[in-house]
């Protein structure tokens, strides 16, 4: 059996996509450390890790104005005393060019989604993601659309390894649909569940998918809406709407833990997105994964896994356009089955087991 390897992960220790990563090297018995400028707060997410909150790591980490100077050299000083193999950095802004910064060797690092394909468009993002990615032994991607402007960006494609390191396919199914949910949510039984999986940030567009579903309403009064976001800026905004809409009957605001996600995503009839800009979201895998139709607002990345009318409806960034498609399968239960069905055996076919090939890749970097 190989040796364990001592990893050391630098990402937003708040972001279930970072987590997961986490989780699946500790699963495979690899001893996995976090450095972090955020850290979960919720039970047992952080348990399996030697945590490091770097802005408790010396003086300039303490002070917000001087605190994206002082980062980076007390991650590489903190790095220098934990004698780790290799360390992994997730989202190149800012934590992939903190990485870079700091001097982390060898390293591996991870652009996500917003941060290639729009961030780095322009300055500073742009120079910053290419003193993270200039640093980076490997570069982990998770699509097409990611590869492509990694690429464009000078690195060699001979670099890039494309691994879903965060969905957890495996753990999601139709069988797991349980109308208790409705029952938790204080929604009548006989209620559509339309599902939002999406945080609260600007780019989800929680703002128009509330506006869409309003539509909705007024067509389909059995329509209830579920935000199941962990966080995000815009939550009192998009609450602040539902209340001016009076759709507060109608829509609920929920974090879903970890463990409870599978019931919730099988529980729902319809899954909506309004997100412009996507690369591979585990939100999208898993709810195909329990079979549920998706209604999307077309991004890069997304035509991998979805065409308009198999699987799906890829729409316009357009309240009417996504009420209507949502409205189309809430009408018509044989074709959410019929899309249900071929988005489940799409996903379970592509996605394998992403932490042996993190393990592989870590190896190869290591031994070149």
């Known amino acids: 059996m190989a040796e364990s390897l001592r990893i050391l992960g630098v990402g937003n220790a708040k972001s279930l996509n970072f987590l997961r990563w986490g989780w699946r090297l500790a699963d495979r018995g690899h001893e996995v450390m976090l450095v972090s400028s955020h850290l979960s707060t919720n039970p047992g997410e952080l348990d399996r890790f030697e945590v490091f909150d770097v802005r408790r790591r010396g003086g300039l980490t303490r002070l917000p104005v001087l605190r994206r100077r002082g980062i980076p050299a007390a991650i590489g000083k903190l790095a220098q005393q934990l004698d780790y193999d290799i360390a992994h950095a997730h989202y190149l802004l800012p934590y992939g060019w903190w990485a870079g910064l700091a001097g982390l060797q060898p390293l591996v690092v991870s652009p996500w989604g917003t941060d290639i394909l729009i961030d780095a468009n322009s300055e500073p993002g742009r120079s910053r993601a290419c003193t993270a990615l200039a640093a980076a032994d490997a ?37 797991q649909r349980d109308p208790a949910v409705l029952e938790e949510l204080d929604f009548p039984s006989d209620s559509l569940l339309v599902l939002s999986l999406r945080n609260f940030r600007p780019d989800t567009n929680l703002d128009r998918v509330v506006r869409a579903f309003a539509r ?24 602040a709407l539902i209340d001016s809409l009076g759709l507060g009957d109608a829509i609920r605001i929920r974090f879903v833990a970890h463990g409870d996600l599978p019931r919730f995503v099988a529980s729902a009839d319809v899954l909506v997105s309004a997100t412009e800009s996507d690369s591979t979201p585990a939100s999208l895998l898993e709810a195909m994964a329990s079979g549920l139709p998706v209604v999307c607002v077309a991004a890069p990345s997304l035509e991998e896994w979805i065409e308009d009318g198999n699987g799906g409806a890829l729409v316009p960034l357009d309240d009417e356009a996504i009420a209507a498609a949502i409205l189309d399968l809430l009408a018509d239960p044989e074709l959410r089955a019929k899309y249900g069905e071929r988005n489940r055996r799409e996903v379970l076919r592509l996605v394998g087991d992403p932490g042996a090939a993190l393990e592989q890749l870590y190896r190869e970097v290591l031994a070149a």
């Open 139 to 175: 570069v982990v991607v998770n699509s097409a659309a990611n590869a492509a402007a990694t690429q464009a960006l000078g690195v060699p494609p001979e670099l890039l390894t494309k691994i879903i390191w965060y969905a957890e396919p495996e753990r999601f199914s139709p069988d």
């Open 216 to 239: 909705v309403r007024e067509k389909e009064p059995r329509a209830r809406l579920l935000l199941a976001a962990r966080a995000g800026p815009t939550r009192k905004a998009v609450e």
